[in-house]
């Protein structure tokens, strides 16, 4: 069964009366619980397909689906909900709530989604000791360094346990051991709850560990490469 699927997908810029072509024709399925990186030079397109799988912005042409369903026919606040229940984000710019702690930043979508207290502080602690924030919990967004906020983002997108992930780079500002430790859990979250994840990167660790490989050239996939365990 698809869990995303990208139909004839093209996406292009305005740059002034310039057109720009981020995405040329993409068609792709991925299917429930697979690990997938997205690969490519800068430019080559994988943050803006993840923007279109993520319903954080609209094709130019072709359609999105998401757990079979196009789009394109959803309400706005159909499409929020989808966001806050179904899917996980990973950005690069973190995205973080600067007046709330760590802590609450992690728990922000449980609150949303109406989890309770004690439920939500089972789920969160693991996850921030798990990525290396224990101790920190109480510190606010500018009394982190990057990396460690880059570390809270992750925590958040895990905490609602949605069913897909999507993340942006989630090693780009974190140190060998913390980003092999973050890989580490996100790959036993793919293993044991079908929970699936599609990230773009360049981190040749990430691109390791990725069961399939979408390598994208100039908007366009030139290879896509499944391998084993």
Aim: aromatic share 4%; net charge neutral.
């Amino acid at each position: 069964m698809n869990i995303l699927r990208a139909i004839a997908v093209e996406k292009s810029y305005q740059q002034g009366e310039v057109t720009v072509p981020a995405l040329r024709g993409i068609d792709l399925s991925i299917g429930v619980g697979e690990f997938v990186v997205l690969a490519g030079p800068s430019g080559s397109g994988k943050t803006t397909l993840l923007n279109l799988f993520g319903a954080l912005d609209e094709p130019t042409a072709g359609a999105v689906e998401v757990e079979g369903r196009p789009l394109s026919g959803l309400a706005r606040r159909r499409l929020a909900e989808l966001r806050r229940d179904r899917i996980g984000f990973v950005f690069q710019a973190y995205n973080l709530v600067p007046v709330l702690t760590a802590y609450e930043n992690a728990e922000l979508i449980l609150m949303l989604q109406g989890v309770l207290e004690a439920e939500r502080r089972e789920r969160v602690m693991p996850l921030l000791k798990a990525v290396g924030l224990e101790g920190l919990e109480d510190r606010r967004p500018n009394q982190l360094s990057g990396g460690q906020q880059q570390r809270v983002a992750v925590a958040r997108a895990l905490a609602a346990r949605p069913a897909i992930v999507l993340a942006d780079e989630p090693t780009a500002n974190l140190d060998g051991a913390t980003g092999a430790a973050l890989l580490a859990t996100m790959r036993k979250l793919n293993e044991e709850s079908g929970t699936t994840f599609v990230f773009s990167s360049h981190d040749e660790k990430v691109i390791a560990l990725a069961r399939r490989l979408v390598w994208l050239e100039d908007g366009r996939v030139a290879r896509d490469e499944r391998r084993g365990d």
